[in-house]
Nanobody, 126 residues
Framework: QVQLVESGGGLVQAGGSLRLSCAASGRTFSSNAMAWFRQAPGKGREFAAAISSGGGITYYADSVKGRFTISRDSAKNTVYLQMNSLKPEDTAVYHC???????????????????WGQGTQVTVSS
């Protein structure tokens, strides 16, 4: 059974940092793109960042570009999201996702991803 388990969320003041982790089990995703999405209260799921299988291609939403960094450790089957200069509008549940297909480029669309974690809450206070 494939599982994605996020960790690292919490409460932080504006301007602070958090590092999210997403550990995959049940299969390896070393040849697959992975991504982070977020969902704020009362809003739909929003793309945050994506990374290619080798880590050489990364995409970011404009709202997080320059503040967030996605990375992966394929040996650990884990993807990370380093979040700096956090803002209250970053408050959301953050979900990691994995694509079961092998593609040349990672996708920004949630419908591309087949496996999802349960999410970790990030709350940024002003």
């Amino acid at each position: 059974q494939v599982q994605l388990v996020e960790s690292g969320g919490g409460l932080v003041q504006a301007g602070g940092s958090l590092r999210l982790s997403c550990a995959a089990s049940g299969r390896t995703f070393s040849s697959n793109a992975m991504a982070w999405f977020r969902q704020a209260p009362g809003k739909g799921r929003e793309f945050a960042a994506a990374i290619s299988s080798g880590g050489g291609i990364t995409y970011y939403a404009d709202s997080v570009k320059g503040r967030f960094t996605i990375s992966r450790d394929s040996a650990k089957n884990t993807v990370y999201l380093q979040m700096n200069s956090l803002k209250p509008e970053d408050t959301a549940v953050y979900h990691c996702a994995a694509d079961s297909r092998i593609r040349a480029y990672p996708s920004r669309s949630s419908i591309t991803y087949d496996y999802w974690g349960q999410g970790t809450q990030v709350t940024v206070s002003s």
